[in-house]
């Protein structure tokens, strides 16, 4: 029998295997054009447009940097950045149903992330320190999510996402864009970082 497509198509003239990813096959352009049409929450989210993967990747950086107690390298700042880059190609998937999904999800996952990680000069395998850091900001961007665009009580979002520390909430106000100004806000982050990553003695550590 023939073997099922396991490749996209896409916009920059790459064919993505999403099966055996390889990092030549990904472009940045692809990255924050697809993140920045991807949903958060299934859409269901205030406001005249969809809260985007980019959006929160974009916030994601900035709580990974504003909890560290010293300025992290632009390099982890680059991998908070990239967190959920996967889902330019498999989409955004809530908690829920990733459960209901199992493993294969988490490991499709996986092989993309270490793709796009060698891509842009990273490791495959991020440091468990680093790996740990951006999950907080992670679940940090959750609940300002859940209580300011998403419909969640501050006691649930607690009780989901864990409270947290009230100076790195204080001021944050999400306000959703258009995805063609978050793409370019996506890919403009993306490009500093690269830059800070060249700069001698800034950019590792």
């Not at 969809?50 to 107690?69: G, K």
């Not at 990680?117 to 951006?134: D, Q, S, T």
């Not at 607690?158 to 100004?181: K, Y």
């Amino acid at each position: 029998m023939k073997q099922p497509r396991a490749w996209q198509r896409m916009l920059s003239g790459r064919r993505l295997d999403l099966l055996d990813p390889t990092p030549v096959d990904i472009e940045i352009e692809d990255i924050a054009h697809g993140l920045a049409f991807v949903a958060r929450w299934n859409g269901q989210t205030r406001g005249d447009w969809p809260y985007s993967v980019a959006e929160h990747s974009l916030l994601v950086e900035d709580l990974f940097a504003a909890q560290a107690r010293t300025p992290p390298a632009a390099q982890w700042r680059l991998a908070a950045l990239l967190h959920d880059a996967p889902e330019y190609v498999i989409g955004d998937m809530i908690s829920p149903v990733k459960a209901a999904v199992g493993p294969g999800y988490g490991a499709l996952e996986e092989r993309l992330s270490a793709a796009i990680h060698l891509r842009f000069g990273l490791p495959a395998r991020l440091p468990e320190r680093i790996r740990r850091a951006i999950k907080r900001a992670d679940r940090l961007s959750a609940w300002l999510e859940a209580v300011q665009i998403a419909g969640f009580a501050e006691a649930e979002a607690d009780r989901f996402f864990g409270r947290p520390d009230p100076g790195l909430v204080a001021g944050r106000r999400i306000v959703p864009r258009p995805p063609a100004e978050v793409r370019a806000a996506y890919g403009e982050r993306h490009a500093e970082l690269i830059a800070a990553l060249d700069a001698p003695g800034t950019g590792r550590g």
